[in-house]
């Protein structure tokens, strides 16, 4: 595994690639789990510190505007939210860091038997997703929780969830806490079931941006212009991450679209890394 004083020159494998000419991953350097020690909320950075009141003021600003629905969730992994006929139960899921609902209405469209608990540290997208139009309690569970403190059995009963969603949420995170989420997820999630996670890869157009502005809180690890904060993952940081937790490795892989700025007359690359994972 590499150490954070390594650096990817390389191009992502052909087999993990969007074969829309991916180009040289630019070099940025890539950490190891082993090197993100566990710290005190004291002497966490002050924008890790300060997360809550940072993404509560996005979700005042954006509401429910800035974030597109994830219809891609459908054709991405449609087989872990279906049911079948000889179901005696409804699948149910947990999406952490739910936001404005972007990912969790558009599914309970889809698939009118799924249930889901939803959760953020912003108190004011959890409100978003009450005031929603779609909102219903008999398909939806929200509730205020920061998953890097709070017990999830305590709004969520033990080894109860079939899948959960982790879509641009554990980036949020410091890597000093990721190991603390993970562990909490695990008390709910069922035997056998399922961890889905779509994120920022290293590399990414963003991810040089920040580094070039020397906005970096730790390796991969950054702060943005309004107070956010994101982190770039390696697979082998992921990986090391989940399997330390106890999971199982399903699927991984990182995957990269060129990006044209018409109006810059610019081309940038995105590089996101999506993986599966399960409980023995």
Known sequence: MSSFSNFITGSIPTAAVDRRNCSQLPTIRVGSL??????????????????????DKFYKRHQNKFFKDRHYLEKDWGKY?????????????????????????????????LFVHACDFSPHAVTLV??????????????????????????VLPSSIDVVTLIFMLSAVSPNKMLLVVQNLKKVLKPNGHILLRDYAVGDSAQVKLENRNQMISNNF???????????????????????????IVDINTYCRQ??????????????????FSKP
């Not at 993100?36 to 993404?55: G, I, L, P, Q, T």
């Not at 309690?137 to 709004?155: G, Q």
Request: hydrophobic share 35%.
């Open 34 to 55: 082993s090197s993100a020690e566990y710290v005190n909320d004291n002497n966490e950075h002050y924008f890790c510190r300060k997360s809550v009141s940072y993404w």
């Open 81 to 113: 939210f279906s049911d079948t006929d000889d179901d005696v139960n409804a699948k149910v899921l947990l999406e952490l860091g739910c936001g404005a609902g972007n990912s969790i209405f558009p599914l309970i469209a889809a698939y009118p038997k």
């Open 130 to 155: 009450k005031s929603h139009s779609n909102f219903t309690e008999d398909r939806i569970n929200v509730f205020l929780c920061d998953v890097t403190n709070d017990d999830l059995t305590k709004n």
């Open 222 to 248: 950054y702060f943005r212009g309004d107070g956010t904060c994101s982190f770039y993952f390696s697979e082998d940081f992921l990986s090391s991450l989940f399997v330390r937790a106890g999971f199982n």
């Open 259 to 276: 990006m044209e700025n018409r109006f810059h007359n610019i081309t940038v690359q995105r590089r996101w890394i999506r993986a599966i």
